[in-house]
C-alpha cells in the first residue's frame, strides 16, 4: 500500500481542492458569456464581409459600365460637332451637306439612345453606392461592437487571471513538501478520473462516489493504519480521513 502521513493526506485533499479550483478557474475563462457573441458577431460581419465584397466588386464593374457609356456619349458629340462645323461652313457639294445633315439627325438620336443607357447606369450606380454605404456603416458598427466586447472580455480575463495565479501559488506551496511518489499518484488519478483524485470520507461518506460507504468496507476503511492510503471502491479515488470520517 502506499503510505502517507495523516498530514501528508490532509495536504492532498488541500492540493486536489486548489487545482479543483483553478480547473473551475480555466472552465470559467472559457466559457464567459463573451465568447459567444463575440462568435456571433463573427458570423455577422463574416456575412457582411462577402455582402461588402460583392457591393463593391458592382459598384466598380458599373463605374467601368459609366465610364464606358459617358466616354460613348461622348464620342457621338464630338462626331456631331464635327460635322455640325462642317455643315455651317458651306463647304462641300449640295450632295454632301446633305448627307451631313442626314446623319447629324442620325448622330442626334444615336446620342439620346446612349444618354438613356448612361442615365440608367448612373441610376444603378447611385443604388449600389447607397448601398454600400449601409453595408460598410453596419460592417464597422459590428467591429466596433466587436471590440466592446472584446475589451470586457479581456477585463474578465485580468481577473480570473489574477485569481488563477494566486491558487497557483497556494498549490505549489501545499504541494512542495510531498513526496514525488505521492504527488506522481495523485497526477496519475487526476488524469483517470476527470481531474478529481482525492476526496473526503465524512460520516461514512465517500467524496469521491458522493455515497455512503457499505459497512463492511466502511469497517475495512476504519481498521487500515492511518499512515496508510485508503481508496473508494466505488469511484477509484483516493479517501482522506479526517476527524469526521466515521
Known amino acids: ?24 478557474l480555466s472552465h470559467r475563462r472559457t466559457s464567459l458569456p463573451q465568447h459567444a ?14 455582402a461588402v465584397a460583392a457591393s463593391r466588386t458592382a459598384v466598380g ?34 450632295k454632301d451637306l446633305q448627307a451631313l445633315q442626314s446623319e447629324l439627325v442620325s448622330l442626334a438620336k444615336r446620342q439620346g439612345d446612349l444618354e438613356d443607357v448612361e442615365l440608367e447606369v448612373m441610376e444603378r450606380l447611385e443604388a449600389h453606392d447607397g448601398t454600400l454605404t449601409e ?4 460592417h464597422a458598427a459590428l467591429l466596433n461592437e466587436r471590440a466592446g466586447i472584446e475589451a470586457e472580455r479581456d477585463a474578465e480575463y485580468v481577473v480570473i487571471d489574477r485569481e ?32 478529481v483524485a482525492v476526496a473526503a470520507l465524512r460520516h461514512g461518506r465517500s467524496g469521491g462516489s458522493g455515497m455512503p460507504v457499505p459497512p463492511t ?17 466505488d469511484s477509484g479515488r483516493i479517501l482522506v480521513r479526517g476527524e469526521d470520517a466515521f
Do not use: N
Open 1 to 24: 500500500m502506499t503510505q502517507a502521513t495523516p498530514q501528508d493526506q490532509q495536504r492532498l485533499l488541500d492540493l486536489q481542492g486548489l487545482d479543483t479550483k483553478l480547473d473551475q
Open 37 to 50: 457573441r463575440i462568435a456571433e458577431l463573427d458570423g455577422r460581419i463574416a456575412d457582411l464581409d462577402t
Open 61 to 94: 464593374d458599373l463605374r467601368r459600365e459609366l465610364a464606358k457609356a459617358e466616354s460613348d456619349v461622348q464620342q457621338v458629340r464630338d462626331r456631331a460637332a464635327r460635322d455640325q462645323s462642317r455643315l455651317d461652313s458651306g463647304q462641300g457639294s449640295a
Open 164 to 195: 488563477a495565479e494566486q491558487v497557483r501559488t497556494q498549490r505549489d506551496a501545499t504541494a512542495a513538501p510531498l513526496d514525488a511518489t505521492l504527488i506522481a499518484l495523485y497526477d496519475k488519478l487526476r488524469a483517470r478520473f476527470g481531474g
Open 135 to 138: 453595408l460598410t456603416t453596419a
Open 217 to 233: 468496507e466502511l469497517a475495512q476503511i476504519k481498521a487500515t493504519p492511518a499512515d496508510q492510503i485508503v481508496f473508494c471502491e
